[in-house]
């Protein structure tokens, strides 16, 4: 009648353990869900004892209906035995089903009697001399909008490091296991009308041990800042909210995290021994789990002793990898299923932790800086110039400043780094420079010498250089400007970078000529050029002006 069993124990004041005597059985005449087990102390004969027993079902509660609109009450039924099924005769018996103050009952069974509902209780009995495994089935209609937070799995690592801190991280696959949403859902009226969602699950509580630090609590997406956390007496509260509401039938994944100081977690037990002890369920409280796995990271180098705990656990190990691992680390993987938050008991883990191995890391971080530096001293020490097979290197920067002076048509060049040579073309870029160059000067002199396209096939085209002005008046200065940036393209276009240029503007100058004072304005040589497989351009142009009537030289 009622669902799986998540615990049975004995209640010995506030104590609670779980009945250790061996695995449940079935004696004669026992109905087929009922099994008994073995209490841990025996009774003398004539002798009495008094004791409470415990026991906790998950999935007792049936949703009927099992879908229901948005703010509808959410109705439940639960069936269950009005008499207890013990091996013994019973004297005297009285079974109370608290349903919650304020709880709306539809409808109860009112057999076997006597039966009264009074104050969100039910209470069947008393009966007297109750035989053993007695039947007594009765069934309770009612009204419960709590909602049923379940978790398919929750994934629970923790983390030592002797050399900082213990890291505790969980995820989480959380459920609404109460009655699914029928038709549409209006964010709206949750927001507006109380009653829009109240089994929905809108907040879940952990508490952590004293000293948590540096919490986080993500999900797929990213940082979920709806959270919150206060120090209480019994440690860290934090309350968690959901990126949206969790109504019946719906889902949520998300990871929580935190930090706990090693020595609060972790005891020296002997030479090279340690122990970890913390607690064995997730932090998040009234969670129900379908299987829980916790996973205990010793740190590399350390051997796994052994494990403590009152429940039954079922033990593997895993091997993981993390930084600065050479051989990894051993996991401690225990396992339990169905578990509720009664069953958040204490559990210690037992390792061997040489001092050899807690060393391992400092002096592997040594060596790893100290074969860092050796290699860049190397390097540093290293001729990585590239020979083109004739003794030439091809120098790494080159720097090429022109210079016109108009005062005395002298050309003035000055080069810093070393010249490109090496190859053909580079070797043809500089014959183009030098050809441009000795024309400039030619032009200056005043000796026009015919301009001559170069025969480079095309890969370094320049515009011939043009004048502005009167038709039959050229500046000389505007052509020898405009030859010179032809010239700087045809150096600039064999430059270091991938789109390389040369660029020249003259300013403003006062010359004093035959006749009066006159003005080289506006001349200017410019020369642009980038490269591209295939593909080149220039660019150069030069003007002058007349000044009042005369003409230059």
């Not at 004539?46 to 079902?57: P, R």
């Amino acid at each position: 009648m009622l669902g799986p069993v998540a615990q049975v124990g004995v209640l010995d004041g506030k104590e609670f353990s779980s009945l250790t005597g061996g695995k449940p059985s079935q004696p004669p005449g026992a109905p087929v869900d009922v099994a008994c087990d073995d209490y841990p102390q025996s009774i003398a004969p004539g002798a009495s004892a008094s004791l409470a027993v415990k026991a906790v079902f998950t999935e007792a509660l049936r949703l009927h209906p099992a879908e229901v609109a948005q703010g509808s009450p959410q109705l439940v039924l639960l069936s269950a035995g009005a008499q207890l099924a013990s091996p013994y005769r019973v004297a005297q018996q009285t079974t109370v089903v608290e349903l919650g103050s304020g709880a709306k009952v539809e409808s109860y069974t009112k057999e076997p009697g006597p039966a009264v509902l009074k104050g969100g209780k039910l209470t069947y009995g008393p009966y007297s001399d109750v035989g053993p495994f007695a039947q007594a089935p009765f069934t309770v209609h009612y009204e419960n909008n709590s909602p049923f937070a379940q978790a398919s799995e929750v994934v629970r690592e923790v983390e030592v490091s002797h050399w900082g801190s213990v890291y505790f991280e969980e995820e989480y696959s959380v459920r609404n296991a109460g009655a699914k949403v029928k038709g549409e859902w209006s964010r709206y009226d949750y927001m507006i009308k109380p009653e829009a969602g109240k089994s929905a699950i809108r907040e879940l509580h952990a508490v952590l041990l004293p000293g948590a630090e540096s919490l986080y609590y993500r999900d797929g997406i990213g940082n979920i800042s709806s959270s919150a956390a206060r120090a209480t007496k019994e440690g860290v509260a934090v309350a968690l909210a959901p990126r949206y509401p969790i109504f019946g039938g719906w889902s949520a994944k998300f990871t929580f995290g935190w930090s706990m100081p090693l020595e609060v977690v972790v005891a020296r037990q002997a030479r090279h021994t340690y122990s970890l002890s913390t607690l064995l369920g997730p932090a998040v409280t009234s969670l129900v789990v379908d299987e829980l796995v916790v996973k205990v990271v010793l740190p590399e180098g350390a051997s796994y002793v052994g494990v403590e705990c009152k429940l039954d656990l079922n033990v593997s190990f895993e091997k993981k990898y993390t930084y600065f691992d050479i051989g990894g680390r051993t996991v401690v993987v225990l396992r339990k299923t169905n578990v509720v938050p009664e069953m958040n008991v204490p559990f210690t883990v037992n390792y061997s932790y040489p001092l050899l191995a807690m060393l391992q890391k400092p002096l592997l971080l040594v060596a790893a800086f100290a074969a860092f530096f050796v290699a860049l001293m190397a390097y540093s020490r290293a001729n990585l110039s590239i020979d083109n097979g004739n003794g030439n290197s091809l120098a790494k920067t080159s720097r090429t400043r022109i210079k016109v002076d108009p005062r005395t048509a002298t050309l003035q060049q000055a080069t810093q780094g070393n010249i490109l040579e090496g190859t053909p073309r580079l070797q043809e870029a500089t014959h183009l420079l030098g050809t441009r160059l000795q024309q400039v000067v030619t032009r200056l002199q005043g000796h026009p010498t015919p301009l001559q396209e170069p025969t480079h096939q095309g890969r370094f085209p320049m515009a011939t250089p043009h004048s502005s002005g009167y038709p039959s008046h050229h500046s000389s200065m505007g052509a020898a400007a405009a030859m010179a940036g032809s010239a700087a393209l045809a150096y600039g276009a064999m430059g270091h970078h991938g789109y390389p240029h040369g660029y020249h503007v003259g300013k403003h100058k006062k010359f004093k000529y035959k006749g009066g004072h006159g003005f080289v304005g506006h001349h200017k040589f410019k020369g642009k050029g980038f490269m591209r497989p295939g593909y080149g351009y220039g660019h150069g142009k030069g003007f002058g002006k007349r000044y009042k009537g005369r003409k230059w030289k």
